[in-house]
Nanobody, 116 residues
């Protein structure tokens, strides 16, 4: 059974940092592109950052220079380091494992709230 479990969310003040983790099981983790999405209340889910199986990364313009995505294929985990957080970063953050050949899987999400 495939599972993606996010952790690391919480409440942080503006300008603070958080590191999200997403641990995968039941899949050949290294074969998947891993993606972080977020969804704020009343808004559509948006892509935040991607790290493909080969290690290349890409970011949404709104987080470029503040967020860093990385992966550890030994631990089957993808990370999202979030620095200089802003109130507009408040959202539920989801990780997704995607593969054109093996299918797509989603985690359950973790809440990030940026507020003073």
């Amino acid at each position: 059974q495939v599972q993606l479990v996010e952790s690391g969310g919480g409440l942080v003040q503006p300008g603070g940092s958080l590191r999200l983790s997403c641990a995968g099981s039941g899949i050949t983790f290294s074969s998947y592109d891993m993606v972080w999405y977020r969804q704020a209340p009343g808004k559509q889910r948006e892509l935040v950052a991607v790290i493909i199986s080969g290690g290349s990364t890409n970011y949404a313009g709104s987080v470029k220079g503040r967020f860093t995505i990385s992966r550890d294929n030994v631990k089957n985990t993808v990370y999202l380091q979030m620095n200089s957080l802003k109130p507009e970063d408040t959202a539920v953050y989801y990780c997704k494992a995607q593969s054109a050949y093996r299918g797509n899987y989603w985690g359950q999400g973790t809440q990030v709230t940026v507020s003073s």
